[in-house]
């Protein structure tokens, strides 16, 4: 599989969202209309959970720019007994698939 290059220039989109008692700022760009990147930074640097928001952003947008959908994503990480994600990242797919930002 070929990595997509993603143009300079992109139009996104951004939410906030909270995690614990941690607030999150999420972009999601495009290329065309669909989602290749995702930006997660924390509103206060908390050193490690800043560090892995980056990290979990930057794995799922290589994973976009790949190919793999974030539906497939989203069924691959961890979830609780309820069916909620047990982690940031599955928490950040579910909002940006939930918000209708990407299917």
């Known amino acids: 599989m070929t990595r997509s290059r993603l143009p300079q220039r992109r139009i ?18 495009f290329d065309g209309s669909s989602p290749r990147e995702i930006f997660v930074s924390t509103h206060r640097n908390t050193g490690e959970m800043t560090a892995l928001a980056r990290d979990a952003a930057i794995l799922a947008s290589l994973a ?38 990407a299917a």
């Open 12 to 29: 996104c989109e951004r939410f906030d969202m909270t995690r614990g008692n941690i607030g999150y700022a999420v972009t999601v760009g």
């Open 64 to 101: 976009l720019q790949y190919g793999c959908p974030l539906h497939v994503m989203q069924a691959a990480l961890t979830r609780e007994s309820d069916g909620t994600a047990a982690g940031l990242a599955g928490a950040v797919i579910d909002q940006i698939i939930e918000r209708g930002i």
